[in-house]
C-alpha cells in the first residue's frame, strides 16, 4: 500500500531522526516510534487483507516480499559501513565492530546493544557505526512472529478475536513498556516486547470505525504532538514509556484523519521529496 500521505509521513520520520543525529532537533527519535505505528497498520492490513481474499495467508510469500524490501539495501550498506570504518576508524573503536555487524546482520543488533548498554539517545557518547540498525532488527522481529500470530487469530473465525489477541498484546507491552523504563531504561529502548505496543495501536487502527474521526482539528492536533515531542523530548526524556504514548497517539490520529487533512499537510507530503523521501525510507 503506497498512500501519499503515508509516504509523507514516512518522509517525516526520517527527517526527523535525521535532525536529531545532526543535534538541531532533541527529540527527533521519534521518528523511530512514528515508523513502528506505520509498520503496524500496514502489515497488519496486509495480512488481513489477504486472509479475507484467499482464505488463508502465505507466509513464505510473505517473508520473501519482506526480504526482498528490506535486504538488499540493509546489506549494501551494512558492507559500505563496515568498509569505511575499518579505513576510518580508529583502531580502539573498532573493538567491537566484527559483533556489531554479525549481529546487525541477524537483526539482533537491539539486543546487542541493551546488553552492552550503549545509550542511543545520547549523542555524547561514540556509538557503534551501525547502531541505527537496532529499529530496523525490532521491524525484523516483528515481521517474524506478527504474521503467525495474526493467522491464529483468524482461524479463529471471528473478527472479536482478532481485535482481543491484538488488544491484549498491545496493553501488555505497553505496561510493561512503562515498568522496564524505570528499572531497565536502556533494555526497554530497544527491546520488541516494550515496543511492541507501537505496531499495535497502529495495527488496532484498522478496527476503528473512520467515522470517529471527522472533526478537521484532529490532523492539527496530533501535528501539535508531533512537534511538541520532538522539540521537548531530549536524552534525559524516559523513553518510551508512557511519554511515547504522545508521539505514537498522535501518529494514529494523522493516518486516521487522512481524509481530512488540510490542503498544506497534502502538499507537503504529495510533493516529489517527500514521495521520494518515503518510498526509499524504511519500513
Known sequence: MRISQIQGLRALAAILVT????RLMPGGFIGVDIFYVISGYLITGLILREIERDDHLNLAAFYQ???KRLLPTSAFVLIATALVSWILLPSITRVNLGKDLIAASLYVSNYLFAWWQNDYQNLNATPSPVIHYWSLAVEE?????WPIFILALAKLGK????I??????TVFSLIFSIYQTQTSPIWAFYGLPTRAWELGFGALLLFVPQTLFRSRIIPWLAFMGILFS????DENTAFPGWKALLPVLATVLLIASINIWPPMFNDLSNNRVSQWLGA???P
Open 159 to 162: 473478527r472479536i478475536y482478532l
Open 280 to 282: 526509499i525510507s524504511y
Open 65 to 67: 516480499r519482506r526480504i
Open 19 to 22: 535532525l536529531f543525529h545532526a
Open 230 to 233: 520532538s522539540f521537548r523530548f
Open 164 to 169: 482481543v489477541g491484538i488488544s491484549a498484546v
Open 141 to 145: 522481529q516483528f515481521y517474524l512472529v
